[in-house]
């Protein structure tokens, strides 16, 4: 029976990441065993190193990856809005080499920590296929398509996970209200990007008498991406709807719209991932991802501490688990044994936190192992 035991290790236990200092014990893939103190038997060392969950990227556009830095000198509709330069580009790239950018974008995503991310992927049913075809296993992607045309939508929820709308304003209101519940009727998700540019918000509301955080509660949201420029209250109506949000602070800066309102995210107590965006703006690495994040936290309220630190760290490895059906837990017995193992050098040694100090520090480079059902994948 395959056994194998990791000691010396800060464990990250749970949904809560409890800090367990002990040792971590492996049999037929499945965490059997975590205790404090050390082991009788032999074991790995990590030599004081972390073992945490696995990220999930709640938000990306990976083919993007074939025009990075396309954003500069434009703004955010130029680049990303209806006919944005964005589109124009993926039109105009030859397949081999959108096949060769995502292709390695996804290694990148796995090579820094993520095994899952939910793609928002353009293009209907040929754009769903494409990255289908691309991804491999153990990383998982989570398409949510765009469909082109009305009639496509049948074929696009039977080979997609769900549909993910570009913004509410992109189709007629009772084009949603089908979208959303041919989705929901066959169990998938239907998205949308939601209050990512305040001028636009501005402008929708003005149209349509609410805003865009209503009409996607209107709409039965599975989730929302973005969320940048909502209110308190409207935060507070999505967490009374069970809508979680997708927080993309590093897109968001670097496409100019600002910065999502992590704090008041926090103070809300509403449910929220981490999404890296597009690949074009943004490496899909969530360790930048969080440690950004933190920053932006923090410019806002420098009350933030231990406990605000755990709960970004969450939000971007357990708190998506459930949404997304993942096949892996959070680290704790009984649970796959798929995690990560940080090796404890210069950048994460004399932490007096933890939490922060992870958040804040933790890189690619930190990552000694990562570990899928007990195999190590990447080491
Ligand atoms: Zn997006």
Redesign the pocket.
């Known amino acids: 029976m395959p056994r194998e035991i990791l000691s010396n290790a800060v464990i990250l236990e749970g949904e809560d990441l409890e800090i367990t200092r002990g040792y971590l014990v492996i049999e037929d893939g499945v965490i059997r065993e975590i205790s404090e103190g050390s082991p009788q038997k032999r074991a790995v060392n990590l030599n004081g190193g972390f073992i945490m969950p696995p990220f999930i990227n709640a ?3 990976v083919v993007d990856a074939v025009a990075k830095e396309l954003y500069l000198g434009k703004s955010q509709p130029q680049v ?1 809005g209806p006919r944005g330069a964005k589109f124009r580009a993926l039109e105009n790239s030859p397949l081999d080499r959108m096949t060769q950018a995502t292709r390695v974008t996804l290694q990148d995503m796995l090579a820094t920590g993520t095994l899952a991310h939910c793609d ?1 992927r353009e293009g209907g049913v040929q754009g769903v296929n494409f990255l289908r075809e691309i991804t491999r296993p153990p990383l998982i992607s989570i398409i949510l398509g765009r469909f082109l045309k009305v009639e496509e939508m049948p074929e696009l929820l039977s080979i997609s996970d769900g549909l ?1 709308i ?1 913004s509410l304003d992109a189709f007629p209101k009772n084009v949603l209200e089908e979208a959303s519940a041919a989705a929901h009727k066959r169990g998938k998700f239907f998205s949308a ?1 939601v209050a ?1 540019n305040v001028r636009e918000m501005r402008a929708f509301r003005k149209k349509h008498h609410r805003s865009e955080a209503e009409q996607a509660i209107k709409l039965k949201c599975s989730f929302v ?2 969320a940048t420029h909502c209110s308190r209250a409207e935060l507070l109506d999505l967490k009374a709807n069970n809508i979680p949000v997708v927080l ?1 602070p590093r ?1 968001n800066s670097l496409l100019g719209v600002g910065v999502p309102p992590i704090d008041l995210v926090l103070e809300t107590g509403l449910e929220f991932f981490f ?1 890296t ?2 690949a074009m703006v943004c490496q899909p690495d969530m360790f930048d991802e969080i440690s950004f994040a933190w920053r932006c936290l923090r410019r806002n309220d420098d009350a933030a501490g231990s406990d605000e630190a755990k709960t970004l760290l969450a939000a971007a490895t357990v708190r998506p688990l459930s949404l997304f059906k993942m096949p892996w837990g959070p680290v704790a017995e009984g649970e796959k044994a798929t995690f990560l193992v940080l090796a404890k050098k210069s950048n994460l040694l004399c932490l007096s936190d933890v939490y922060a100090g992870l958040v804040n520090r933790a890189r690619a480079d930190n990552l000694r192992a990562i570990y899928f059902n007990g195999k190590i994948i990447i080491s």
């Open positions: 938000h990306t556009h990303v928002f993910g570009p990007h990512e991406v973005h993309c897109a999404g965006d597009n």
